[in-house]
């Protein structure tokens, strides 16, 4: 069965950084393009990042590019955000998904999901 598990959210002041990891397992991570996705209170889910199977042609939204960057370590099933800058408005729940394209991820939600709270 596929699993997702999400970490390394917390609680950081505006300008902190931030770095969450998606743990994979039940697939072959190796062969399948990853995404971070976001969802804040009340509002709907948020591409951020993508990255392709093999680490190469990360794509960002508009929102975050600059400030955050999308890595895997294929060895390790594990994927990464690393987020600096943070402002309040990336406040919201990060969770990751299969498929690297913003407009065709995999919409069934694996995992839990990490909380990511930016406040001063």
């Known amino acids: 069965e596929v699993q997702l598990v999400e970490s390394g959210g917390g609680m950081v002041q505006p300008g902190g950084s931030l770095r969450l990891s998606c743990a994979a397992s039940g697939f072959t991570f190796s062969r399948s393009g990853m995404s971070w996705v976001r969802q804040a209170p009340g509002k709907g889910p948020e591409w951020v990042s993508g990255i392709s199977f093999g680490g190469g042609n990360p794509y960002y939204a508009d929102s975050v590019k600059g400030r955050f960057t999308i890595s895997r370590d294929n060895a390790k099933n594990t994927l990464y955000l690393q987020m600096n800058s943070l402002k309040p408005e990336d406040t919201a729940l990060y969770y990751c998904?299969?498929?690297?394209?913003?407009?065709?991820?995999?919409?069934?939600?694996w995992g839990q999901g990490t909380q990511v709270t930016v406040s001063s």
């Open positions: 998904a299969r498929g690297g394209n913003p407009n065709t991820i995999e919409q069934k939600r």
